[in-house]
């Protein structure tokens, strides 16, 4: 059974356009975060939400918005995409308590933009 | 001056070798210390963790700190092929809702 699971893994698309990125964790844990990886494979944190509450929001653009239905979901929408924001975007997620070590990580959203 | 350091490498050793990753950090509030393991096209995976100074060791694989020097490292014993993957550190303080700063990760190759 996946217990971070991401959709979709890849996705290329063009400039301007808008697209979101689903994922999805079983594994009970109350914190789920989104981070990017670029292609020189530093992970940057981007957005983290404890119980559906928003509990980092690093700087990054207001064309990145994340959406928390229920605790066992993550959504993030990208506007207006640009070509600097082609990467990698990972999904985790954490149990209350363990927040420090305990991430299980999807496998990745490869975006490119052309 | 980056909050934490990591040699990108590449590491590339033989098969059986001895490996030493390493970081340096610059913030004495931290208290986690973990080791994450990433595999390509992949994403990252919990290795080890560490609280405070000390050592701790699963397996083939033992994790240091040293905190009055502000060091930490993960050894390698006979590396394997499997092992072929980049290693990234990872540290937070203490408290609620604690941010994990990261390593830029080092690519280890082990060759058979």
């Known amino acids: 059974d996946t217990a971070v699971s991401q959709t979709p893994k890849y996705l290329v698309t063009q400039m301007g356009n808008d697209k979101s990125i689903k994922c999805e964790q079983n594994l009970g844990h109350d914190t789920m975060y989104w981070y990017k990886q670029d292609s020189k494979k530093f992970l940057k944190i981007m957005f983290s939400y404890n119980n559906k509450e928003l509990i980092i929001n690093e700087t990054v653009p207001n064309r990145f918005s994340p959406k928390s239905p229920d605790k066992a979901h993550l959504n993030l929408h990208i506007n207006s995409l640009e070509l600097g924001d082609s990467a990698v975007y990972f999904c985790?997620?954490?149990?209350?308590?363990?927040?420090?070590?305990?991430?299980?990580f999807g496998s990745g959203t490869r975006l490119t933009v052309v | 001056q980056k909050e934490v350091e990591q040699d990108p490498g590449p590491l590339s050793v033989p098969e059986g070798a001895i490996v030493s990753l390493n970081c340096t950090y610059s913030n004495s509030a931290f208290q986690y210390f973990m080791w994450y393991r990433q595999y390509s096209r992949k994403g990252p995976e919990l290795l080890m963790y560490?609280?405070s100074s000390g050592n701790k060791e699963d397996g083939r694989f033992t994790a240091q700190v040293d905190k009055s020097s502000k060091y930490i490292s993960l050894f390698i014993r006979d590396s394997q092929p499997s092992d072929s993957a980049t290693y990234l550190c990872a540290m937070s303080g203490a408290g609620n809702n604690r941010k994990l700063i990261w390593g830029l990760g080092t690519s280890l190759a082990v060759n058979p």
């Open positions: 560490t609280y």
């Open positions: 985790a997620s954490s149990p209350s308590g363990r927040q420090a070590y305990g991430y299980t």
